[in-house]
């Protein structure tokens, strides 16, 4: 599985912006998907996960409400929409991909947890 993340560039707050993630493979469909994103001086953080079939989401505490994660499989293609971003969004946002045995009941929130990484999309925002 190979992903490539992007969308990021220059916004400013209160702006929207949508990220995408491309897979390659043809398990997309079967993957659990998730975003994460890392700022300078910072660990990696959950920012948002899908279930496989995308009848699931669930995200951190500090983008809810403002960001949705989505996708197409028919496209192989992750999305985050990213609303009324706030300059403490700024960050390198990740996908990735889960390709062992999908648990339901299981909150992938960490980046141990997924098994294939996209090479990160550069968000900042201007106050």
């Known amino acids: 599985v190979q992903l490539q993340a992007f969308g990021g560039g220059l916004v400013q707050a209160g702006g929207p912006l949508r990220l995408s993630c491309a897979a390659s493979g043809r398990t997309f469909s079967r993957n659990g998907m998730g975003w994460f994103r890392q700022a300078p001086g910072t660990e990696r953080e959950f920012v948002a996960h899908?279930?496989?079939?995308?009848?699931?989401?669930y995200y951190s505490d500090s983008v809810k409400g403002r960001f949705t994660i989505s996708r197409d499989n028919a496209k192989n293609t992750l999305y985050l929409q990213m609303n009324n971003v706030q300059p403490e969004d700024t960050a390198v946002y990740y996908c990735?991909?889960?390709?062992?045995?999908?648990?339901?009941?299981?909150?992938?929130?960490?980046?141990?947890?997924?098994?294939?990484w996209g090479q990160g999309t550069q968000l900042t925002v201007s106050s």
């Open positions: 990735a991909a889960l390709v062992r045995y999908y648990i339901t009941t299981y909150y992938y929130t960490r980046d141990n947890d997924y098994d294939y």
């Open positions: 899908i279930t496989p079939s995308g009848g699931s989401t």
